[in-house]
């Protein structure tokens, strides 16, 4: 484990977390507009059966519910992982200077982030902070195998600076 920063307390981590809501919301609903659109298109094509209520119809057909369950719970993994493959923080992290790393430093990779991202149970991995006050370590760092640091202002800020 790399010991140039400390491991981020529960309160820090659930402070970024409701930052990264508002833009996970964000990106929920944007995909859901864009797929409501894409079934729009497929009933305007006749690939789809004409239906007067297409909400009620991908409801009732499992195809299309799988396919939206899984195009939500993708956007939102793909979200988590590119931001902390490539600076370690995602905008809540970086307003509460918080970063993802390896246990000896380095950014994390694709599968880690993927790992990190579902296993973190919506949230409720970090809840395990709560009571690992020995280490400081979520669900979600023991199973990909990361650390979530606190960082000062200046590290926060060279992190912010070097992605220009």
Do not use: C, H
């Amino acid at each position: 484990m790399s010991d140039e920063f400390p491991r981020a307390g529960f309160w820090r981590r659930f402070a970024s977390l409701i930052y990264d809501s508002l833009v996970v919301i964000s990106l929920s609903m944007l995909t859901a507009i864009l797929y409501f659109a894409a079934i729009q298109a497929l009933i305007a094509l006749g690939v789809i059966a004409k239906t007067d209520d297409p909400a009620a119809f991908i409801q009732d057909s499992p195809l299309l519910y799988g396919i939206r369950s899984a195009l939500f719970i993708g956007v939102n993994v793909v979200f988590f992982a590119y931001f902390w493959t490539k600076s370690g923080q995602t905008i809540g992290m970086r307003a509460w200077r918080l970063k993802v790393q390896t246990r000896d430093g380095a950014l994390i990779s694709w599968p880690q982030a993927v790992i990190r991202s579902l296993s973190a149970l919506l949230g409720l991995g970090t809840l395990v902070v709560l009571i690992d006050f020995k280490n400081k370590r979520a669900l979600q760092d023991y199973i990909s195998k990361t650390d979530m640091v606190s960082l000062t202002k200046e590290e926060n800020k060279r992190i912010y600076q070097s992605l220009d």
